[in-house]
């Protein structure tokens, strides 16, 4: 998985064991909306779907702070594979 692109400010998160913890125990709170975000604008396609489904990101997409193009993207994505 490649997580340098997604948190290159924050080196923790480049732990992929501490990353799925810190998912799993923050689920349906901010910091995993948080999380969820970063992955949406900056991360693989292929490491988001490996982290959440697309069920879940279609359900939360309007939480989200995501800028036009992503927004634009992640909704095309829903629209094809969801």
């Known amino acids: ?25 923050q689920k349906g709170k901010v910091p995993y909306f ?4 970063r992955f949406l604008i900056y991360g693989r396609i292929i490491d988001v779907l490996r ?3 697309i069920k879940e990101i279609s359900e939360n997409l309007d939480k989200l702070q995501l800028p036009g193009y992503s927004l634009k993207m992640w909704k095309r994505m829903i629209e094809v594979y969801g």
């Open 1 to 25: 998985m490649e997580l340098i692109a997604v948190f290159w400010d924050l080196p923790k998160f480049l732990d992929e064991n501490y990353l799925r913890q810190f998912l799993e125990q």
């Open 34 to 37: 948080w999380a969820m975000t």
């Open 51 to 53: 982290l959440f489904t």
